[in-house]
C-alpha cells in the first residue's frame, strides 16, 4: 500500500509557514491546525525546512521557556526528509528509521503536499493488519464450513 491509497492528500490542507515566520506564530498554527508539523516555504513556494514540535522544544529549553523575537528560520530543519505519494508505507517507516524522525513530507511532483506524521502511519498498517485478520479469519471459516 502506498501513501497515496492510504491518506486522502486531495482534501488535505498543507500547513505551513515561512523562514521569517515569528515561532510563537508557528506554534499558535500548529495548535489552531492540531498539526504537529509545519511545512516551511520559501518565497517561490519551494520547501525550505519543517518545524516540528520537537524543535519548538529545543527553543523553548534554549531560551528559557520565551518565544519573543524568535524565527522559525533558526530552528527548523532545512535538510528535509520527503518522500513521494507513491512511497510504500513501510518504506516511509524505513525512513523514519534510518533518519530519526517522526515526520516526513510528502511531495508530488517536487511540491509539498502533506505531512505525514508517525502515528497516522502506524494508524494505517495497525488497519491493513486488521483487515488482514479480519479476511483470513473469514477463509478460515468459510474453508471449514
Known sequence: MTIKSMFDLDNQSLSSGTPDMPMKQAVEQMVEKRANALVILANDESLAGIITDHDVMRALAKNEGQLVDMIVGDWMTSNVI????????????????????????????????????????????????????????????????
Open 82 to 145: 520527503t518522500c513521494s505519494s507513491s512511497t510504500r508505507l513501510s518504506d516511509a517507516m524505513k525512513l523514519m528509521g534510518r533518519h530519526k524522525i517522526r515526520h516526513l513530507v510528502v511531495e508530488e511532483e517536487g511540491n509539498p503536499v502533506a505531512v505525514i506524521g508517525i502515528r497516522a502511519l502506524l494508524s494505517k498498517i495497525h488497519e491493513l493488519d486488521e483487515l488482514e485478520i479480519n479476511v483470513l479469519r473469514d477463509m478460515a471459516v468459510a474453508r471449514s464450513a
